[in-house]
């Protein structure tokens, strides 16, 4: 089976949870060719069109799977080879965009979102939609010992860190909100420095999670927060506010917490909570209970694909 996947690659590379989606599905036997868009905007998807036409001619796909909605809606416009769609979040939260999402759910073959609350936002087809959040290398992300992962990272072994999940600069992820909830935690008499995950390779993100205190996510929207399942696979413990699908993602593992509201006081008496915690949590083992190990999740977008092309014949 030849997968062509769709996805942006306006910042000179694709997401690493796309790559990392496709590289299980070609270890799984698939063939994955790539489309990367390279321009911006609803006009420029569209003006890749010729050239995702050439693309499909020289590889000859059995079917795509594009990720965002405009990606979707851009490999949507031919209508030789079948599409599927994920939508990842912040084209189904941002209003501006989610019109396009819309269209393109309406000419996808099938419409995978990767949490309940953006499938509800989206009001899918029911019988064209599918919940599949997107997987984690499991295997890519070693348990690595605290101590020893501070030191790989020239992080001190007498201080406590708390790994906030993102770019400062990125205002979706509202770091105003976590600075002010340290802030309140100081008051408190805690110590503990906010770390910025910024410029990091992919092992790099693995040892600073293995090495943190905690992780806080203070997000104003999200789909399905890969950086809170790669925190779950390393162990670490996870502060964050209601969103996405996190409280399900999280339900159950000692260690992890979600707050009822976005108040600073609040995020606080949880970070103190998760830094009193003793020892790493059993995130790994709720990820790969749900099914979100990369190669499960795989198996299941093929049985999806499979089943596509069985109806096409």
């Known amino acids: 089976m030849k997968i062509l996947v769709v996805a942006s690659y306006n910042k000179g590379r694709f997401a690493p949870f796309i790559v990392e989606q496709g590289a299980a599905l070609q270890a799984a036997g698939c063939k994955v060719e790539w ?33 965002y909605g405009l990606s979707g809606l851009l490999a949507c416009l031919q209508r030789r080879v079948p599409v599927v769609t994920t939508y990842h979040g912040s084209d189904i939260n941002n209003p501006h965009v989610r019109p396009f999402s819309r269209l393109a759910m309406c000419l996808s073959v099938r419409n995978i979102f990767v949490s309940r609350a953006t499938m509800l ?65 100081k008051e408190g008499g805690a110590d503990a420095e906010l770390l910025e995950l910024k410029g990091y390779s992919r092992n790099e993100v693995s040892l600073l999670m293995c090495a943190a205190d905690v992780l806080l996510l203070t997000s104003f929207t999200e789909g399905s927060p890969q950086v809170v399942k790669e ?83």
């Open 121 to 185: 936002l989206a009001h899918p087809a029911a019988s064209k939609a599918l919940l599949l959040p997107c997987g984690i290398d499991v295997c890519a992300m070693p348990l690595t010992s605290q101590d020893l992962a501070r030191s790989q990272m020239g992080l001190r072994l007498d201080k406590r860190y708390v790994l906030f999940a993102g770019a400062f600069g990125n205002h979706v992820k509202n770091a105003p909100l976590a600075e002010d909830a340290m802030s309140v935690l």
């Open 35 to 67: 489309f990367g868009v390279t321009r911006h905007g609803i006009r420029g998807y569209l003006h890749q069109l010729a050239a995702l036409r050439r693309k499909i001619v020289e590889v000859q796909p059995d079917i795509i799977h594009a990720h």
């Open 231 to 313: 925190a779950m696979t390393c162990g670490c413990p996870v502060v964050s506010v209601d969103v996405g699908d996190v409280r399900e993602r999280t339900a159950g593992v000692e260690g992890c917490y979600v707050a009822e509201t976005r108040e600073p006081q609040e995020l606080a008496a949880l970070l103190c909570k998760a830094l009193a915690f003793s020892g790493r949590t059993q995130g790994r083992e709720k990820i790969l209970a749900d099914g979100l190990d990369n190669r499960q999740v795989a198996q299941r977008l093929i049985e999806l694909y499979t089943q596509i092309l069985a109806k096409d014949k």
